[in-house]
C-alpha cells in the first residue's frame, strides 16, 4: 500500500474514531449534557488517535494477515 494512501487512512480512520468515541464517552460520563464539551474532547483526541494510529496501524494490518490472510488472485 503507498505512503500517501496510509496516511489518508491514518486521517480519516482516526477522525471517524475520535468523533464517535469522544462522543459516546461523553454521553456515558455526562448525560445529554456532554453535547457542550464534545467539541473541545474531539478536537484533544483526533490528534492523539491520529498519531498513536500511524504506530497501531502496522502492527494491526499483520495480525489481521496472519489470522485471515488475503486470497491470492
Known amino acids: 500500500m503507498r505512503k500517501t494512501t ?3 487512512l491514518g486521517v480519516f ?4 474514531m475520535a468523533l464517535i468515541m469522544s462522543g459516546i464517552m461523553g ?4 448525560g445529554p449534557a456532554f453535547v457542550a464539551h464534545w467539541p473541545i ?9 491520529f498519531v498513536v494510529s ?4 502496522p502492527l494491526a494490518f499483520k ?9 491470492r488472485a
Not at 27 to 30: P, R, T, W
Not at 41 to 49: D, H, L, R, V
Not at 63 to 71: G, I, T
Open 13 to 16: 480512520i482516526s477522525f471517524f
Open 41 to 49: 474532547s474531539f478536537i484533544t483526541a483526533w490528534p492523539i488517535a
Open 54 to 57: 500511524q504506530f497501531v496501524n
Open 63 to 71: 495480525l489481521a494477515f496472519m489470522v485471515a490472510p488475503p486470497r
Open 6 to 8: 496510509q496516511l489518508a
Open 27 to 30: 454521553f456515558i460520563n455526562a
